[in-house]
Each structure stands twice: as structure tokens, then as C-alpha cells.
DNA sequence: TCCGGTTTTGAATACGTGTGCAAACGCTAC
DNA sequence: GTAGCGTTTGCACACGTATTCAAAACCGGA
């Protein structure tokens, strides 16, 4: 009604003074009797305390800055909601961003958390200019890393082990007996795409075989499906696609456009393990990221980091799901 | 380094006062040379101002609070993404909060973005209870749902065409000679859900049909399927599902568990026309909601409620999407 | 009753910024 | 040179809360 209710208007009705209400609401000691006055003014003027009041001199907002970048890959909202819980869980809220496409428009979104006294930042899949790394440093925020890593910043981070990942996808198809190997690679300008890869290619080549070909995709649809095209063309009797989003694309093109059967003309593996690789319409062999472990180590790194420690690189093992597009359970014996 | 910098530090070094320091980043009148000595003052010393304190003195926070209920939909992501980037072209940042299962947690989450001192709350797909309302009413920070009706609760809403849609849906079964329809409907406890269930029971009786069978599938995928195998069971061949999340589901399960052919042995209808309908492995006819209106209406009427104005309910409109799920462009003459 | 020690309380100050007000300034026209 | 007027500037205060410090209240024991 009249205007905003201030813990000062609460003091004045409970008869007791500014502090002694602030002393009420932040938990701080106070005796059963004031307690229990300035309860009950605050409930009948309904106060509530000033966050960003509180923020200001406490020097802490309990706001955590989340940017993620590419919310159509299903992996993310996902994490989001989980990371969003996962903090609510500690106290903290979480001042979500989406990035916008170009790379600058990162840092400027980064800029603009700092802005908000932020305090801390966790950063899902997007990497961070190195002057700005150095201005939350500086400014003592913590950014934590999730899904991608980045070695020269030296920063805390939690990616899934991709390259023993893409290894052991390798492994995979090599044991069911795929001989001409191809790949849709991720974006070659993530740590997570290369590490797959480059795993991938390890894989391949401790099995004596030589990849059919090795083609970006760049984590797109459209581009994951052409690049598949190109490759069965070739010969190849099994992709391995660089995520999960890429290999729906990738089974929706060679089977309902081209007419190929997965996985008898050709065998695909994902990775990530989406919810949407279990259901029947793609019953989809792939690494598992886990996604639980996974925040779960990120809000541990990030509040160890408020703390004062520096926590480091961390990789979380993700095991392989054999399904139907690489033959099922039948082959899993192997 | 050396704690925080603030406008004070900037003052001295460039020998002004404060208030001109304030002045300079706030956009208000200054002289060219004061403004070039505070910038480059400023830049010196990475100042950057105080978000926090600035919304402190001027009780505006230039936060909008998105309450969304369930990532695992494909519809709020998307809708998420665009409305945190149009928000940002007008200037305002998000807070997101992810609402838990409960419905009086709702409220509470709500509570915690009125104590963050945000401007405004889009609240996508959740309900709102009375007394929170009121709050919020009092509070004078306008409140205006997305994807979700109240009508009791009289607040600005931006919806699509539910009742007309459902309508439309009826209609296209008829018009390609299904004669058992049932509806797998969404959550009753929903305004949409609702709205789109009226809406096609109204087209089916003037169509002098009556339905199969009309189960609540309460937007959940596993319920969904399981009601689908019900009424299929019954002799329906032709379904209509209350969203695409769910007619995925149900598609997935006649199709791959039940080895029921789509569209030859039973018709599916989705609602949204989320990008996965589009994808060559469902195909599925749909009704679009334009999310990009939809939030772009949202905008705008929280923008004009936040000048004082009091936007009423708006309702867009969307086209039904004819796709192979129900035979495809061939029957789209009709 | 009085005293030492512990707990509770209120006054005052700080956090970092925006803004009203009056003084200082710059400029033009006489 | 000076009166006059519009613009710029600095001072002081405000926003709503947490927190320091000293004074006050309390409590049990002698």
C-alpha cells in the first residue's frame, strides 16, 4: 500500500529498535520476547527484508551468474534445471543468461553478472576471454566451468571424461564387427569436441583401423545430417556422432530420407545419453554424461572456491549405453 | 585488487566529485570535458558501477522474474531463450527460477523473486495463488502469465487460441473420414489443457461425432503412452494429444512397442508444433503456437503494465501444421 | 542487597550510488 | 566591465539494511 514496508516501520510497531529487527530476520541473537514482537508486527505489516539492501553491505548476494549457450541441444535445460535446483538447494539463486551467439557477446554477458555482485559464476559450455577470466579473478569471483574446458585459463572445471568416451565408442564398433568407421564430429572449438575426437581417433587406431572419414558437424542439425550423408556415401557402416542432438539428426536423414536401416546398413553412436536416446523412436547407443554427478561436482568446486580454495580440472567417467542402433543388448557381451 | 572500486576512487583520481562520477554513468548532463576526464578514470581503474546500490536508490532493479515450470517440454526452452533474450533488448535481465513440483512452492518462489526486488514476473505455465497475487498487486510489480490462463485471478495473460485449436484438430479428423477419435488430453488442472480439450470436444459434436474415450495423459509421457495403448485398444483411430511432448511419447509406443502403423492405422495430432515435430522421425500434424508472438505480446505487456498500464488477456493464433501423422500434405486440400 | 559476568539492546555508522539544491561557472549582450 | 541567464558542479542526504560499541538489562550467587 504505502509504499514499501521497511524493517524500520517494523521496529517502530514492535516498539523495539531498527537493529533489534534486523538482528530478528538475519539470525542473529535476540531474546524469546523481542523475537517474538517484532514476528508479529512484521507479519501484520507483511515485511520482508530488502535482498538488495542486505546485499549491499554484507558484500554478498547469493546470486550465482549461470550462462549457458545452446538451450535446443536437450542436454542443457536439463543441466540447467538441475544446477538451478542444486543451488537453491545451498541458498543460492542463480541469475541465469543466455549467451548470444557471437563469442565477445559472452564476455559482455559475463561483464553485466559482475555488474550484478554476483558471487560466483558457473559458465555451461561457453568459453571465457582470457582478460575477463582475470577481471572475476581479480574481483575474487569464482567461475566454475561445466562441460567444457578450457587448459590455459586454469580454471576450476567438471567436463566428462570424452576422451576415454570416444575411446571406448571406438571399442564399440570395432567389437561388433564395423570395419569402415566414420565420424560427425563436434565443433572442433570445444575442448568436448576435440577430446572425443581425438579419443575416438586413439581408439581406432589401437584397433589397427583407419577412420572412413572425419567431418565436423559443429553440434548443428542440418550440417550433422548432410556430413552423415556424405559419409555413408563413402561406404561407412558406423558413425560415431559427436553428440546425441547431432545423432537424431543423423538417424532421422539416413533412415526416413535416404532409406538406410539402422543398424543393419549402419550402425550410430551418440553421446551424452539424453533422455531422449532411450526413447523407441531412436533407441540410441551412447556415453552417458551424468549430468547429476556432473552438477553435483560443479556447486561442490564452486562453493569449495567461495571458500577460498581453488579447486581444479575434474572428470566424471561416464559408462556406455548399448541400445538398438548398434544392435542392442545382444552385442553388449562383447 | 584492492577491494571493490567505487565511484568515490573514480572521483578522486580524475578530481571531480561523486556526483559527477554518478552522473556521467547514469546519462545525465555533464560537461565534454568532465566526461572525458571520468571515463578515462574509470577505465584506469576497471570501475564499473554498482548495479546493486544504483537499484537500491532508484527501486528499480531492471530484473524481471521468469517462474517456468517444466524444462523437459521442448516448448520452454525455447520460449525461455526468447523471452530472456528479448527482455535483454529492452534492457532487462532475468532471474529464473525453476519451480519445483508442489504448487505452494510456487508461491514461495515468487515470494523470493518479490524480496530480489525485481520490476516485473512472467510467469510461463504456472499458477499463481490468490493471496501471492495480491501481494504482488499491492507490491505494484506487475505480474503477466504465459502459456496459462487464470481467469479468476484477473492478471494479464498471453495464451494461444487453446479453444479454437482443439476445434481445428477435430475438425481435420473428420475431414479425413476418422470416424473413432479419442483424445489423450492435457493436464485438466491447466487452462490450456482445458481449453484445448473443450475446444475439440465442441468441433467433434458438430461433427455429430462422439469421442472414443478422453483420458487426462497430465502432459506426462509415460501416462500418456499408457492411455493412448487404452484407447487404441478401444478401436480409435485417430488420436488427439494434448501436446507434442506427449505425442511423442504416444507415437513412440504404437509405433515401436505395439507395432502400430501412423498414420494408416491411427491418426496422432500434437499440440505446440515444437521443432522435433517437424523432424523426419515423427512428422507429426500439429497445432503451432507461435511462441515467438506469444512472447513477444508477453513483452509488451509487461513493458505497458510497468508504465501503468493494466493489459488484459490476449489470445494468438496458430495455424494447424498438416504433416505425415495424419497423411500428410496429400489431405490438405480437404 | 550487591556484585561480576553474560546477554540483549539501541544509537550510530557504513555499504555505493542517485538526486535536490544552491553555489559556481561560462557565455552573450549591453 | 558587468548584468543576466542557462549550464555544470559539489555538497549533503537518502535508499534499507548489517554491524560495531558502549550502555543497559538480566541472572545467579554470596
Not at 536439463?78 to 535446483?85: H, K, M, P, Q, W
Not at 567389437?175 to 581408439?203: M, N, P, Y
Not at 565436423?216 to 556422432?241: N, S
Not at 539416413?254 to 539424453?274: K, Q, S, T
Request: with cysteine.
Amino acid at each position: 500500500m504505502s509504499g514499501r514496508v521497511t524493517s524500520r516501520a517494523v521496529a517502530e510497531r514492535a516498539g523495539v529498535s531498527q537493529s533489534a529487527v534486523s538482528r530478528v530476520f538475519s539470525g542473529a541473537s535476540a531474546s524469546a520476547r523481542t523475537v517474538e514482537k517484532v514476528r508479529k508486527a512484521a507479519e501484520e505489516l507483511g515485511y520482508r527484508p530488502n535482498v538488495l539492501a542486505r546485499s549491499l553491505i554484507t558484500g554478498r548476494s547469493r546470486i550465482i551468474g549461470v550462462v549457458v549457450a545452446y538451450l535446443d541441444n536437450p542436454f542443457y535445460p536439463d543441466a540447467l534445471e538441475r544446477l538451478s535446483r542444486a543451488l537453491q538447494e545451498e541458498g543460492y539463486h542463480s541469475l541465469v543468461f543466455i549467451a548470444p551467439e557471437g563469442h565477445n557477446d559472452t564476455d559482455r554477458v559475463i561483464q553485466q553478472m559482475l555488474d550484478h555482485q554476483v558471487d560466483g559464476i558457473i559458465a555451461a559450455s561457453v568459453g571465457l576471454g582470457d582478460e575477463l577470466a582475470a577481471r572475476c579473478k581479480s574481483a575474487g569471483i569464482p567461475v566454475v566451468l561445466f562441460n567444457r574446458g578450457q587448459p590455459e585459463a586454469n580454471l576450476p572445471q567438471v567436463t566428462s571424461a570424452n576422451h576415454a568416451g570416444g575411446r571406448r565408442v571406438a571399442e564399440h564398433l570395432v567389437a561388433i564387427g564395423r570395419q569402415r568407421i566414420g565420424h560427425v564430429a563436434g565443433w572442433q572449438g570445444s575442448s568436448t569436441g576435440r577430446d572425443r575426437t581425438e579419443g575416438f581417433l586413439t581408439g581406432l587406431s589401437e584397433a589397427g583401423i583407419a577412420p572412413t572419414g572425419v567431418v565436423p558437424g559443429d553440434y548443428r542439425r542440418d550440417k550433422a545430417a548432410e556430413v552423415a550423408e556424405e559419409l555413408v556415401t563413402q561406404g561407412a557402416d558406423a558413425l560415431f556422432v559427436g553428440n546425441d542432438h547431432m545423432a537424431f539428426a543423423v538417424m532421422d536423414h539416413l533412415r526416413f530420407i535416404m532409406g538406410w536401416r539402422v543398424p543393419e546398413d549402419v550402425a550410430i553412436v551418440g553421446y551424452d545419453d539424453v533422455p531422449m536416446a532411450a526413447w523407441a523412436g531412436y533407441d540410441l547407443t551412447t556415453i552417458r554424461q551424468p549430468v547429476g554427478q556432473m552438477v553435483e561436482a560443479t556447486v561442490t568446486a564452486l562453493l569449495a572456491a567461495l571458500d577460498g580454495a581453488t579447486p581444479g580440472a575434474q572428470e566424471i567417467n561416464g559408462p556406455l549405453i548399448i541400445r538398438g542402433s548398434t544392435g542392442g543388448a545382444a552385442h553388449a557381451r562383447i
